[in-house]
């Protein structure tokens, strides 16, 4: 087998600041024999120079749509409208398998060019758990919006900061009144965890659901909360917690809503009760204004933590990209691809079922 040739790439979107792989585990990748390209990226938050440092080679930004054929890119977040024809194998959160606005484009655009997206999403051991995850600081910084924006703290547009700096703000605002109730939603899964430590540092001590309590709704119980942090990712479809009728009960304690999650679009969106998700320019929408509901739908939240977000979720990828092609976590993300790809009656591409190259 010829050596691994990783290709990370540059985030296209602007507010986009973290990176799957960190300097440090970029100098295990070269040691250990892989062929690392990096892409010159002035917001990504470790500079170009500390990857050549060691050992990576320093390409332009947006240089991997002629990289190499047997070059694997990697990413984080969606690639640009072109080229149309994706020949590479892609690594990176495509968000294309549950029916989402735009995942059809997509897994058409590999189609047509032979490639194949092995979704991070789905890089998985043998019980279905996630390898490599943003989840903890999802719901961390989730949880920390909300807190803020419902003391009235949140100021737009959001920046990028660091842990020690956002814990202070968190702890002051612990201060302010008045004091409120608030629910995590998913509270036990990686997402859950963060939302309950960043409570914690604020001072809030949340109610806690996971399945049990989700498996009977009490949606009285659910709208009596002043603040929600909704931290489940749904694989199958189950009744929204939040429903339109829900937002204009005039009894509705419910203020601020935090979906960590954003699964809209998707059939199995648990909160249907918006269409867009909101920005780092305007974090916070108002859902109703009388009794108000405020929304915080942003979809890239580790990003406002980009140093601790990377370095957490690069040492869990960077084991997973020493044994690319030989494990099996990474054949089980190609079988995705192509199961989606053959529910769209599209051809399955030129990689076979162990991840590589046909030609190689």
């Not at 001072?203 to 309590?213: H, I, N, R, T």
């Amino acid at each position: 087998m010829t050596a691994l040739h990783l290709w990370l790439r540059h985030e296209v979107r602007t507010t986009e600041r973290r990176t799957p792989v960190v300097p440090d585990d970029a100098r295990r990748l070269v040691e250990a024999g892989v062929r690392l390209s990096v892409e010159d990226s002035p917001q990504r938050v470790f500079p170009a120079p500390e990857y050549e440092a060691v050992g990576a080679r320093i390409v332009p930004a947006g240089s991997w749509t002629s990289a190499p054929d047997d070059a694997v890119v990697l990413g984080l977040k969606e690639l640009p409208d072109e080229p149309t024809q994706l020949t590479h194998r892609h690594i990176f959160f495509g968000h294309a398998y549950k029916r989402q606005p735009g995942a059809a484009a997509l897994l058409r655009r590999f189609a047509a060019g032979g490639g194949a997206l092995l979704d991070l999403e789905y890089l998985v051991d043998d019980d279905g758990r996630r390898l490599a995850a943003f989840g903890f600081w999802a719901g961390y910084l989730g949880a920390a919006l909300a807190v803020l924006q419902h003391r009235g703290e949140l100021t737009a547009p959001l920046a990028p900061t660091d842990k020690e700096a956002l814990d202070a703000t968190l702890r002051q605002a612990s201060h302010k009144e008045p004091e409120f109730t608030a629910l995590v939603v998913g509270a036990l899964g990686r997402s859950g965890r963060g939302a309950r430590a960043a409570f914690a540092t604020a001072g809030v001590d949340p109610s806690c659901w996971d399945l049990a309590e989700t498996r009977d709704l009490d949606r009285t119980a659910l709208l009596a909360h002043d603040v929600m942090v909704n931290c489940v990712l749904a694989t199958t479809p189950v009744p929204p917690f939040v429903r339109e009728q829900d937002l204009d009960d005039p009894d509705r304690r419910l203020r601020t809503l935090s979906d960590v999650t954003c699964d809209v679009g998707s059939p199995l969106n648990v909160l249907p009760v918006y269409d867009r998700t909101t920005e780092w320019s305007d974090p916070v929408r108002r859902l109703r204004k009388e009794p108000p509901l405020d929304l915080i739908a942003i979809d890239n939240l580790p990003s406002l933590l980009p140093r601790e977000a990377s370095v957490d979720f690069s040492a869990a990828l960077t084991p997973q990209l020493l044994h690319f092609g030989a494990d099996r976590a990474w054949a089980r993300c190609l079988d995705r691809f192509h199961e989606a790809s053959r529910e769209l009656g599209l051809a399955p591409g030129r990689f076979g079922a162990e991840g590589e190259s046909g030609r190689s």
